[in-house]
């Protein structure tokens, strides 16, 4: 399972300055209520932006994330965005000034990283997202200084990345696009740019065509998310309090926005995280350091407001990620340089476990689940 997302340019930079002070070492057991969560992950790792590394872990049954020996490895300039392969064999890692994407071999044992030969593959300039295909097959980069995308051929065995060329897209600004997400079927690639544009999928080459559909989802808007079925989207819109909500149709794969689209969330939304059973969503809201939660209607997709501020310890939260279990949801928290876990109730509501340190500036993190 993987997290990912990068702001434009001249935000990055505004985050940088405002994170530092964190710590890449300590382990902090997480406790446990008296109906403790079990957790599948089985590794655990985070990118530190002002580090140019990846911090590594072990995460425990009970979800206690212990740093590994070494700690940490080696990323490119920025490292922005880590993602793991669905075997748990390769990690990936979105240089942005190298425009390069790391490759790493996962340790089965420790977990500790080492890096693939080549170390890097080339991406397109400033490679703000990056994201496998759910059949591990494919990859695409979001390069947002030169308005394209990257495709990528992956090599299942090796876990070597071979560029098969770039995207050109429409309508860009200079700081887009700034993120990329494929939907459940893997057949479409949905593209935050000016707005968000909908690429079908090649099955064979993974080749993208550019589809006549687009939709507007805010001036900021930030990564999309699907329910597990890939029925309804959600995009949260970080130059306001809403976040966007679509159906996408799985034959063209073109977003309409629901009814109530947009439901307002918390001040400047920044991701999005679905419940594996499709009944919650959760919001985490930079500049107010909150976590939304919202019920899903099972029928329509729509969202309603379950609580406004349900995770208490976050501060400036950017992504959130759900344990393979389902039980636990993890939020990485920037200025806080840390991990915070919470252990997830059938109400949607959370309660926290506890909190973990990170290298300077975290950007993102990835999961790899146990066998």
């Known amino acids: 399972m993987t997290i990912t997302l990068r702001l434009s340019l001249s935000a990055a930079i505004l985050l940088m300055i405002s994170g530092c002070g964190g710590s890449s070492t300590p382990s902090v057991p997480v406790s446990t209520p008296t109906s403790a969560p079990q957790s599948l992950a089985k590794f655990a790792y985070v990118a530190n932006d002002l580090d140019n590394s990846i911090s590594m872990y072990t995460v425990s049954s009970k979800g206690t994330w212990t740093p590994t020996s070494p700690a940490t490895v080696a990323a490119g300039t920025q490292p922005a965005v880590v993602v793991v392969d669905s075997q748990g064999k390769f990690a990936y890692v979105s240089n942005i000034r190298d425009a390069t994407i790391g490759q790493y071999a996962i340790n089965q044992t420790t ?3 080492t ?4 170390a890097t593959a080339p991406s397109g300039a ?3 997202d990056f994201t496998l ?10 390069n947002s200084n030169d308005g394209s995308v990257t495709v ?3 090599d299942r065995t090796t876990g070597l990345l071979t560029p098969k060329g770039n995207v050109a897209l429409p309508g860009n600004s200079v700081s887009s696009p700034i993120a990329v997400t494929v939907n459940p079927a893997g057949t479409f690639l949905y593209v935050i740019n000016d707005a968000v544009q909908v690429l079908a999928i090649d099955a064979t080459t993974g080749g993208l065509t550019l589809q006549p559909s687009s939709v507007y989802a805010g001036e900021r808007a930030f990564k ?6 890939g029925k309804f989207a959600y995009v949260p819109d970080n130059g306001s309090s809403n976040v966007y909500e679509f159906s996408a149709d799985p034959a063209t794969g073109k977003l309409t926005p629901l009814s109530s689209s947009p439901v307002n969330s918390g001040n400047q939304p920044a991701w999005v995280a679905v419940d594996p059973t499709d ?3 959760y919001v985490s809201n930079r500049f107010g350091s909150t976590v939304s ?3 899903i209607a099972a029928s329509s997709g729509l969202l309603t407001p379950s609580a406004l501020d349900s995770a208490s310890g976050v501060d400036f939260p950017w992504p959130i990620l759900f344990d393979p279990s389902g039980q636990i949801l993890y939020v990485l928290n920037e200025d806080g340089e840390n991990v915070t876990s919470y252990a997830t109730h059938s109400d949607g509501t959370l309660t926290q476990l506890g909190t973990v340190p990170t290298g300077h500036a975290p950007w993102s993190f990835a999961l790899v689940s146990a066998p």
């Open 224 to 229: 999309l998310a699907f329910d597990t079925t």
């Open 293 to 295: 939660t919202f019920n």
């Open 279 to 281: 009944k919650f969503a």
């Open 152 to 154: 990528f051929s992956v």
């Open 133 to 142: 295909h759910p059949s591990g097959n494919f990859a695409y980069s979001a």
């Open 111 to 113: 977990g500790v990283l």
């Open 115 to 118: 890096p693939l030969s080549p």
């Open 126 to 128: 400033l490679p703000q």
